[in-house]
C-alpha cells in the first residue's frame, strides 16, 4: 500500500529565503506525482504535475525534482514571501486515477 | 475553460438528519469525479470515485453514499449523519489522460 510522508511538518521562516520542501513515497511505481497549495479553510491549488517520465518541473518561483527510483520528490521556493503562507501537500499516483496525499507542510513565512 | 463548482460553502446539520453535496464540472466531458474528506489535523481521504455515470467505486466503508446521475455531477449524501462525519469535503475532477486533478473549493461540514 502507498504510503505517502512529508517533512517537514511545520516550517517557519523570514521573507526571501530559499527553501525545500520534501516528499516521500513508499513504492516507487508512480504514474505521476502532483503538488498543491491550500490555503486555510480553502481548497486546493494545484502547483506542478509532473509526469513518471519527467525529472522537474518549473512554475515562476517553484520547482519541484522527482526521484522515482528513491521514493523521492522535493518543492522549491526561491525568494519567499509572505503569500507563500499555505499547506503544501504532495499527492502520487499508480495509476493515472486515483492520487494518494500526504499530509502536509505548514509554511508560514514571516514578514 | 473547465470549472468545477462546489455547493454549499459550509453547513451545520444536527446529528440524524440527511445529507447532500453536489459537485458539477464544466467545459469538460467524461471526467472521472472525486469526493475527498479531510478531516481536522488528518490527511486527505479519498471516500468515492467515479469513471462513469452510475459507476461508483467506495474506498471507505461508512455512513456515506455517493451518485454521480449525470456526467459532470457528482452528489454525496448520507441518510443520517453522525457526529464523526464532520470535516471539510472536497470534489476533485481529473481528464482521462496523464493529468491531475483540479479540486473544488470545498463544503465545511459541522455534525451538531
Known amino acids: 500500500k502507498q504510503e505517502v510522508t512529508q517533512i517537514p511538518a511545520a516550517l517557519s521562516v523570514p521573507e526571501g529565503e530559499n527553501l525545500v520542501l520534501n516528499c516521500s513515497f513508499t513504492?516507487?511505481?508512480?504514474?505521476?506525482l502532483q503538488w498543491f497549495r491550500q490555503d486555510p479553510g480553502k481548497g486546493l491549488t494545484s502547483l506542478l504535475l509532473?509526469?513518471?517520465?519527467?525529472r522537474e518541473q518549473t512554475s515562476g518561483r517553484l520547482n519541484a525534482s522527482l526521484d522515482k527510483s528513491s521514493g523521492r520528490s522535493t518543492l522549491y521556493i526561491a525568494a519567499s514571501q509572505p503569500g507563500d503562507s499555505a499547506t503544501y501537500l504532495c499527492?502520487?499516483?499508480?495509476?493515472?486515477?486515483?492520487?494518494?496525499f500526504g499530509p502536509g507542510t505548514r509554511l508560514s513565512v514571516l514578514p | 475553460s473547465q470549472t468545477i463548482h462546489q455547493w454549499p460553502a459550509t453547513l451545520v446539520q444536527p446529528v440524524g438528519s440527511p445529507l447532500s453535496l453536489e459537485c458539477t464540472v464544466e467545459?469538460?466531458?467524461?471526467?472521472?469525479l472525486y469526493w475527498y474528506r479531510q478531516a481536522a489535523g488528518r490527511g486527505l481521504q479519498l471516500l468515492f470515485y467515479?469513471?462513469?455515470?452510475?459507476?461508483i467505486s467506495s474506498e471507505v466503508p461508512q455512513n456515506l453514499s455517493a451518485s454521480r446521475p449525470q456526467d459532470r455531477q457528482f452528489i454525496l449524501s448520507s441518510k443520517k449523519l453522525l457526529l464523526s462525519d464532520s470535516g471539510f469535503y472536497l470534489c476533485?475532477?481529473?481528464?482521462?489522460?496523464?493529468?491531475?486533478?483540479?479540486f473544488g473549493s470545498g463544503t465545511r461540514l459541522t455534525v451538531v
Open positions: 476533485a475532477w481529473k481528464d482521462r489522460g496523464n493529468y491531475g486533478y483540479t
Open positions: 513504492d516507487s511505481a508512480i504514474y505521476n
Open positions: 509532473i509526469q513518471s517520465s519527467q
Open positions: 499527492a502520487v499516483t499508480p495509476n493515472g486515477q486515483n492520487f494518494v
Open positions: 467545459g469538460t466531458s467524461n471526467p472521472n
Open positions: 467515479s469513471v462513469g455515470i452510475g459507476q
